[in-house]
C-alpha cells in the first residue's frame, strides 16, 4: 500500500480546539471489523462494549509541560521541546531559533539556563543548571499538538492529561485515556472488567508525518516502553478465561504488541519502534479505543492493519460526513478486528 491510500479529506472546522466540558461526553463510532457495519454512539456506551472477564489495558503515561521559551546570549528567542529526560538535569531537545545553535551555547529560561553539549541523532543535548521537572512545573508550557491552533490554556494542564497518569515522561497525550474519568473507570471494574497499566512514553515523532510514498521505507522514532509481569500474567489469564484483551489507544497497542514480537507475551522495557501497518499480524490485542488520526499517519495505518483498510477509511468518510470531532481533544472509535485484515 502507499501513502496516498491514506489521504482523506477533513474540513479545519472539525479539528477540535478544546476539550468538551465532560470527559465522557464525547461521541463514539463502533466498527465492528469483521462485519464491516459502523455504528453511532455515546462514549457513555463503553459500557455496553466491554463485558465481565475483559481486560482494559490503559498508557499511564504523564505528559510534561515539555515546552519551554527562552533566548540565547544575543538575546534571539528559542523555543525548545524537550523530546526525553534522560538524566534528572539533562535531555534531548527540539530548538527552534532563527539559527541552531552550536555546543557551548547556553539558552536562558526564567528560571533557570541549559548549556548545548551536542547533538544526538535530530535532537539537541541540553545540561541545565538544576533539576529539570520542578523547572518544566514551573515555566514550561503543555506541548499542545500543531493542528491546536492556539497557545496553551490552564484548563489543558488538566484536560491534555488522563485521569490515571502517573509517569512523568510524554510529550503527548495518549489520546484515548483523555475520554475516561474516575467514575467510568469505577463503574467498569464494578461490571467485572479488569484494568492493566502499562507505560510508553509518547514522543513528539508521533506527529511525524510519512514523507515516503512507500511506507514500508518509513522509519519510527524511538519511544521507550515497559510492560511488566504483572500485565503479562494478567493477558495470558484473560485469554485463558475466554476474555478479551482490549487496548485504550495506540499506545498500549504498540507496548503489547512490542513485549510480543519473539511471539510470546514478556516483560518488556526498552525502546521500541515498531511499525504497525496493514500486513501485521496481532499477536495480544483483541479490540481497541482511539481517537480519529491524522490523514496518511502511523497511527491511521495502524488503525486500518487492525480492523481493515476499507473499514477504516469507510468509517473516517462517515465520521466526516457526521461531524465527528477529529483527532487530540475529539470523539473515539471502538474497534474490533477485520479476519481478513489480520491474516
Known amino acids: 500500500?502507499?501513502?496516498?491510500?491514506?489521504?482523506?479529506?477533513?474540513?479545519?472546522?472539525?479539528?477540535?480546539?478544546?476539550?468538551?466540558?465532560?470527559?465522557?461526553?464525547?461521541?463514539?463510532?463502533?466498527?465492528?471489523?469483521?462485519?464491516?457495519?459502523?455504528?453511532?454512539?455515546a462514549f457513555a456506551d463503553i459500557r455496553s462494549l466491554i463485558g465481565p472477564g475483559d481486560l482494559l489495558v490503559f498508557n499511564n503515561t504523564r505528559v510534561i509541560p515539555a515546552r519551554l521559551l527562552g533566548r540565547k546570549p544575543s538575546g534571539g528567542s528559542v523555543e525548545v521541546l524537550i523530546e526525553r529526560i534522560v538524566e534528572t538535569d539533562r535531555a534531548l531537545a527540539h530548538i527552534r531559533a532563527?539559527?541552531?545553535?552550536?555546543?557551548?551555547?547556553?539558552?536562558?529560561?526564567?528560571?533557570?539556563?541549559?548549556?548545548?553539549?551536542?547533538?544526538?541523532?535530530?535532537?539537541?543535548?541540553?545540561?541545565?543548571?538544576?533539576?529539570?521537572?520542578?523547572?518544566?512545573?514551573?515555566?514550561?508550557?503543555?506541548?499542545?499538538p500543531p493542528y491546536v491552533r492556539r497557545a496553551d490554556e490552564d484548563i489543558d494542564r488538566e484536560r491534555y492529561q488522563t485521569v490515571y497518569a502517573t509517569e512523568p515522561g510524554a510529550v503527548a497525550a495518549p489520546t484515548a485515556g483523555l475520554h475516561f474519568d474516575e467514575s467510568m473507570i469505577e463503574t467498569l471494574r464494578?461490571?467485572?472488567?479488569?484494568?492493566?497499566?502499562?507505560?510508553?512514553?509518547?514522543g513528539a515523532g508521533t506527529f511525524?508525518?510519512?514523507?515516503?510514498?512507500?511506507?514500508?521505507?518509513?522509519r519510527m522514532h524511538p519511544e521507550y516502553a515497559e510492560?511488566?509481569?504483572?500485565?503479562?500474567?494478567?493477558?495470558?489469564?484473560t485469554k485463558a478465561d475466554g476474555g478479551r484483551v482490549i487496548a485504550v489507544g495506540t499506545t498500549s497497542v504498540r507496548s503489547l504488541e512490542s513485549a510480543a514480537v519473539s511471539g510470546r507475551l514478556e516483560p518488556f522495557n526498552a525502546?521500541?519502534?515498531?511499525?504497525?501497518?496493514?500486513?501485521?499480524?496481532?499477536?495480544?490485542?483483541?479490540?481497541?479505543?482511539?481517537?480519529?488520526?491524522?490523514?496518511?499517519?502511523?497511527?491511521?495505518?495502524?488503525?486500518?492493519?487492525f480492523a481493515g483498510y476499507d473499514h477504516v477509511?469507510?468509517?473516517?468518510?462517515?465520521?466526516?460526513?457526521?461531524?465527528?470531532?477529529?483527532?487530540?481533544?475529539?470523539?473515539?472509535?471502538?474497534?474490533?478486528?477485520?479476519?481478513?485484515?489480520?491474516?
Open 190 to 202: 464494578n461490571d467485572g472488567v479488569n484494568t492493566v497499566f502499562v507505560t510508553l512514553h509518547v
Open 227 to 237: 510492560v511488566s509481569e504483572e500485565v503479562c500474567t494478567a493477558v495470558e489469564r
Open 208 to 218: 511525524q508525518p510519512v514523507r515516503v510514498e512507500d511506507p514500508r521505507q518509513h
Open 98 to 144: 532563527s539559527r541552531a545553535p552550536r555546543p557551548g551555547t547556553i539558552l536562558c529560561f526564567d528560571t533557570g539556563r541549559a548549556e548545548v553539549t551536542g547533538r544526538a541523532g535530530g535532537f539537541f543535548e541540553l545540561a541545565f543548571d538544576r533539576e529539570l521537572l520542578p523547572l518544566l512545573d514551573e515555566i514550561g508550557h503543555v506541548p499542545l
Open 271 to 305: 525502546e521500541t519502534d515498531l511499525f504497525i501497518r496493514p500486513g501485521y499480524r496481532f499477536r495480544i490485542v483483541d479490540a481497541m479505543i482511539t481517537n480519529f488520526h491524522l490523514p496518511e499517519s502511523t497511527l491511521l495505518m495502524l488503525v486500518c492493519a
Open 313 to 343: 477509511m469507510g468509517a473516517y468518510r462517515h465520521a466526516v460526513s457526521h461531524r465527528y470531532r477529529f483527532f487530540s481533544y475529539g470523539d473515539a472509535m471502538f474497534l474490533t478486528p477485520c479476519p481478513d485484515a489480520l491474516a
Open 1 to 41: 500500500m502507499r501513502r496516498s491510500d491514506f489521504r482523506f479529506d477533513l474540513p479545519g472546522e472539525l479539528i477540535a480546539q478544546y476539550p468538551l466540558p465532560e470527559r465522557g461526553a464525547s461521541r463514539l463510532l463502533v466498527v465492528d471489523g469483521a462485519a464491516g457495519e459502523m455504528y453511532d454512539r
